[in-house]
């Protein structure tokens, strides 16, 4: 299920808050829980009942773990468990995501015949299997208790962060399912939490999927664009990205609201960064704090000198690529931006005033280390976003090319929407030769408008920075709202639901 469907919107999000606040009103706390749990299992297996069973299979092995932990006295039996942990759930996630990936290859490089599963890759499993991770580790050190079955099944599956994060740990979710003062409406709470998910609906239906008709055109076609259109396409892609998986932030933190619960900040503006470093501080927040927790920390973090640590700083970001996907161009665009973070690391260029503790020999202006930055990521999203490496490289061909075909016209004719058919309409009929400069002035000014709208506050900043939400922001939120209800009829998942 989407959050920018209908069934959602008006079927599902009604009954589970219905349901949830009437059985805390009632102090029917397991019972809630559980319905919750339900909920969102029903959310979840409403893209394919199939994907039910797996994430129950993963929440059943995991717990019955984190129970046996219980009787773990000594360090043997808890390196055990930790092993036993690890292999259950990387296993899991190796079988459905990678195992075509890796026996692909291995035909490729040796001659052999493995026979390829072509499995169905279930929606999110990379981010509740991490985030059961986290609490299986710290079990199996003795950072964190048993709990209840209840607590656990409404910690892995709450609906919000199910499927694209964000990804949260049981000692901040957790506590606030238990709190008793959390089950009570707050119409405080409540008004933001739809305030800050109808302006993340706003950027995923308004911006980022009307920006993907150019994307995905674009990147279809990748062997006739020439620079212009390559560098147009490249940069929609870095704002489709941007808004895509920001929206979603927002409304996965909104809809927490409604429930009193307050999941983490995982989106801060990236795109305001001066260095790499600070941009990977800004995005994803919470997949870099299970890296750094889990793979940098393990492996010696800063500890173990100079070398090490950047060693160390490049294998996390080695492996984020490869998390994301089973696919050659996900690890290339993770070996850039490790590479990019560990140059730097090294301290040789520094950006004026910032708050990064190593300290440079050269300096530049923070408008030069801002340009540097948001250059080398949209470049580095050309792996991202290519289904091979193949076509990534045709991408960095045509910029490098320097020709112009007129090719850009043919790819803003695909920005059909609905809101541009009166202009549409009133161009044909009075000077229909300039119809087609006329689709390349919207995706400028498209352009433009998304880069005004990252240049200002974020979504939290703009909701949290006032003190009561006055009737204005309540009737721009009101047509927003409706606005995107409008524009359904172009939905697409998220990106980050392939992940």
């Not at 990936?101 to 990379?126: C, M, Q, R, W, Y």
């Not at 985030?131 to 709450?158: L, M, P, W």
Request: charged share 10%; glycine share 6%; net charge positive.
């Amino acid at each position: 299920m989407l959050f920018n469907s209908y069934i959602f919107i008006f079927t599902f999000l009604p009954l589970v808050l219905a349901g949830w606040y009437f059985l805390n009103y009632r102090k029917s706390y397991t019972a809630a829980k559980y319905f919750l749990a339900g909920m969102s299992l029903w959310f979840y297996g409403y893209f394919n009942v199939y994907y039910l069973s797996i994430i129950i299979i993963s929440i059943l092995g995991n717990y019955l773990l984190s129970y046996f932990m219980k009787f773990s006295h000594t360090k043997l039996t808890a390196r055990i468990g930790l092993i036993c942990g690890l292999l259950f759930n990387f296993g899991f996630l190796f079988y459905f995501k990678y195992y075509d990936f890796f026996f692909e290859n291995i035909n490729a490089v040796f001659g052999t015949d493995f026979a390829l599963k072509h499995i169905l890759l279930p929606l999110g499993i990379s981010f509740f299997t991490f985030q059961q991770v986290s609490f299986i580790v710290d079990r199996c050190t003795g950072k964190a208790e048993h709990y209840s079955f209840a607590n656990y099944i409404t910690f892995v599956t709450f609906f919000p962060q199910l499927i694209a994060g964000p990804i949260v740990l049981y000692k901040e979710m957790m506590p606030q399912f238990e709190d008793v003062s959390n089950r009570k409406f707050n119409l405080d709470n409540f008004s933001r939490g739809i305030a800050i998910f109808t302006m993340g609906l706003g950027k995923k239906v308004l911006l980022a999927d009307v920006l993907a008709l150019i994307v995905n055109f674009g990147f279809e076609q990748t062997a006739y664009l020439d620079t212009p259109s390559t560098l147009l396409v490249m940069l929609a892609y870095t704002f489709q990205i941007y808004f895509d998986f920001s929206g979603y932030s927002d409304m996965a933190i909104g809809l927490g609201k409604m429930f009193n619960i307050e999941l983490p900040v995982n989106f801060d503006s990236p795109y305001k960064a001066c260095s790499v470093k600070e941009l990977w501080q800004r995005w994803h927040m919470t997949l870099s704090r299970f890296f750094i927790q889990y793979v940098y920390i393990p492996l010696g973090g800063s500890r173990k000198g100079k070398v090490r640590t950047l060693f160390n700083t490049f294998m996390v970001f080695f492996l984020s690529g490869f998390w994301h996907g089973a696919n050659w161009t996900y690890v290339a665009w993770g070996t850039m931006q490790g590479l990019l973070v560990v140059w730097d690391n090294l301290g040789i260029v520094g950006v004026k005033g910032s708050n990064d503790k190593v300290t440079a020999k050269i300096y530049m202006p923070r408008w030069l280390g801002w340009f540097l930055t948001f250059s080398f990521f949209n470049l580095s999203l050309l792996f991202f976003g290519s289904s091979s490496i193949s076509n990534a490289l045709q991408m960095f061909k045509n910029i490098l090319a320097f020709n112009e075909s007129g090719y850009i016209f043919k790819l803003a004719a695909k920005l059909d929407i609905p809101e541009f058919y009166l202009f549409k309409q009133v161009i044909n009929l009075a000077k229909p030769e300039l119809l087609n400069y006329a689709y390349v002035a919207l995706f400028v000014v498209l352009l433009l408008i998304s880069a005004f709208i990252i240049s200002r506050k974020n979504t939290l900043q703009i909701v949290n920075g006032q003190k009561n939400l006055s009737r204005r922001f309540a009737l721009v939120v009101s047509v927003l709202f409706v606005w995107c209800i409008i524009s359904f009829s172009q939905v697409s998942t998220f990106i980050y639901f392939n992940f």
